[in-house]
């Protein structure tokens, strides 16, 4: 990789930020408080080719990588209007069928997906589990030729707007007995697969759901992948899924530093703008200098996603996660903070970044795991679990 952007990613950049700024956050905040998504700037963002630049140009996609799809949600969230579900429809869903979906899957679902005409969501935190993925009790079971599923999820993204859900169960290996993940593409309308709402503090046009599945037959072809590739699969997605919430943290700290800065520069309290002051003016740099960073690492991990490297990518893509999101919170607080009384109104649009930002802290895995999978895997430290 290059720490040089390429003059394509340049152009792509500038094009993604000409887009992002026509909507910005008063287009997102209007959608929240209408109970509206953001229907229109994802159907154009669709047709711009910008959903699926990572998927393959044979189904639709732009036959790029991770690292074009990162800077698409980065520069949106940098105009005040990401889309969150990049992070799952095009990134995840996308990714693990283009990886390792039968031909038919990849006809059926991802032209759809990379123009933004399909959406897909997925599945995989339930109530018991947490950050333990290898306590997932959803179960599938073979029946004649069919699967039946069976468990519940939480906290899922934008099943309302989905056509399908990529869930991930657990299959027995009849040779030892233990349950394996796999992947399985469940319809929107699915016989016992329903949906309920989670009432959130957080404010966004996507909403978190419950899900139930009870009992759901699937045909054969349902399943993503082979049965026994198990973790390989599932990581495939998870990766990508860590690279875009860097994305998105990034973004939405670019966002905040941006509107405190420019509040910074003409906000005049005495004699000179108070961003002449050094308590004002360091805080801000020192949050610039972290997002950089971050983005530094995000980039890296997307670079190492697009050269097959996956076990490269999967620490990155974890570390990538980690520093954006500790940016992310910071620099939305300080944003605020610099602000003073106007960083808590209405007008200015950043008191809901507080519990956005912490978010990225939380989901899709906590801090202190992203530390755990660092201490162990990286510096081969003891488990303590």
Same mark, same amino acid.
């Given at each position: 990789?290059?720490?040089?952007?390429?003059?394509?990613?340049? $152009?792509?950049?500038? /094009?993604?930020? /000409?887009?992002?700024?026509?909507?910005?956050?008063?287009?997102?905040?209007?959608?929240?408080r $209408?109970?509206?998504?953001?229907?229109?700037?994802?159907?154009?963002?669709?047709?711009l080719?910008?959903l699926?630049?990572?998927?393959?140009?044979?189904?639709g996609?732009?036959g790029?990588g991770?690292?074009?799809?990162?800077?698409?949600?980065?520069?949106l969230?940098?105009?005040g209007?990401?889309?969150?579900?990049m992070?799952?429809s095009?990134?995840?869903?996308?990714?693990?069928?283009?990886?390792?979906g039968?031909?038919?899957?990849k006809?059926?679902?991802?032209?759809?997906?990379a123009?933004?005409?399909?959406?897909?969501?997925?599945?995989?935190?339930?109530?018991?589990?947490?950050?333990?993925?290898?306590?997932?009790?959803t179960?599938?079971?073979?029946?004649?030729?069919?699967?039946?599923l069976?468990g519940?999820?939480?906290?899922?993204?934008?099943v309302?707007?989905?056509? /399908?859900?990529l869930?991930?169960?657990?299959t027995?290996?009849?040779?030892?007995g233990?349950?394996? #993940?796999c992947?399985?593409?469940?319809?929107?309308? /699915?016989?016992?697969?329903?949906?309920t709402?989670?009432?959130?503090?957080?404010?966004?046009?996507?909403?978190?759901?419950?899900?139930?599945?009870?009992?759901?037959?699937? #045909?054969?072809?349902?399943?993503v992948?082979?049965? $026994?590739?198990?973790?390989?699969?599932?990581?495939?997605g998870?990766?990508?899924?860590?690279?875009?919430?860097?994305?998105?943290?990034?973004?939405?700290?670019?966002?905040?530093?941006?509107?405190?800065?420019?509040?910074?520069r003409?906000?005049?309290?005495?004699?000179?703008?108070?961003?002449?002051?050094?308590?004002?003016?360091?805080?801000?740099?020192?949050?610039?200098?972290?997002?950089?960073?971050?983005?530094?690492?995000?980039?890296?991990a997307?670079?190492?996603?697009?050269?097959?490297?996956?076990?490269?990518?999967?620490?990155a893509?974890?570390?990538?996660?980690?520093?954006?999101?500790?940016?992310?919170?910071?620099?939305?607080?300080?944003?605020?903070?610099?602000?003073?009384?106007?960083?808590?109104?209405?007008?200015y649009?950043?008191?809901?970044?507080?519990?956005?930002?912490?978010?990225?802290?939380i989901?899709?895995?906590?801090r202190?795991?992203?530390?755990?999978?660092?201490?162990?895997?990286?510096?081969?430290? #003891?488990?303590?679990?």
């Amino acid at each position: 990789m290059s720490f040089v952007e390429t003059r394509e990613h340049q $152009d792509l950049r500038a /094009a993604v930020a /000409a887009l992002g700024s026509r909507y910005g956050r008063e287009y997102v905040t209007a959608a929240v408080r $209408d109970g509206k998504h953001t229907d229109e700037l994802w159907a154009e963002a669709g047709k711009l080719g910008y959903l699926g630049v990572n998927l393959p140009e044979a189904y639709g996609g732009g036959g790029r990588g991770m690292v074009e799809l990162a800077v698409v949600l980065e520069e949106l969230g940098a105009a005040g209007c990401p889309l969150l579900l990049m992070v799952v429809s095009p990134a995840i869903c996308g990714t693990v069928i283009a990886r390792f979906g039968t031909e038919e899957q990849k006809r059926h679902w991802l032209p759809g997906i990379a123009a933004g005409t399909t959406k897909m969501a997925f599945g995989i935190t339930e109530p018991e589990a947490g950050s333990n993925s290898h306590r997932i009790t959803t179960t599938a079971r073979r029946s004649g030729g069919d699967w039946v599923l069976n468990g519940r999820k939480v906290f899922i993204s934008g099943v309302d707007v989905a056509d /399908a859900t990529l869930i991930v169960g657990r299959t027995e290996d009849l040779r030892t007995g233990k349950l394996k #993940p796999c992947l399985f593409i469940v319809d929107r309308d /699915a016989p016992g697969f329903t949906r309920t709402p989670i009432p959130m503090e957080l404010a966004a046009p996507e909403k978190q759901f419950e899900l139930v599945l009870d009992d759901v037959r699937l #045909p054969s072809d349902a399943l993503v992948g082979d049965e $026994d590739a198990g973790l390989l699969q599932l990581f495939a997605g998870l990766n990508p899924e860590r690279i875009m919430t860097a994305a998105f943290a990034i973004g939405m700290g670019r966002y905040a530093l941006g509107r405190a800065v420019d509040y910074a520069r003409t906000r005049t309290v005495w004699r000179e703008p108070i961003g002449a002051h050094q308590a004002v003016a360091h805080p801000l740099a020192q949050s610039h200098i972290e997002v950089e960073l971050a983005r530094l690492m995000m980039l890296k991990a997307a670079h190492l996603y697009d050269s097959g490297d996956d076990m490269g990518a999967g620490e990155a893509a974890n570390m990538a996660k980690y520093a954006a999101a500790e940016a992310a919170v910071r620099a939305v607080d300080q944003a605020v903070h610099t602000l003073g009384g106007n960083g808590l109104a209405s007008e200015y649009g950043l008191a809901q970044l507080l519990t956005a930002s912490r978010v990225a802290r939380i989901a899709p895995v906590s801090r202190e795991m992203i530390l755990n999978y660092v201490s162990h895997h990286t510096l081969g430290l #003891p488990k303590s679990y």
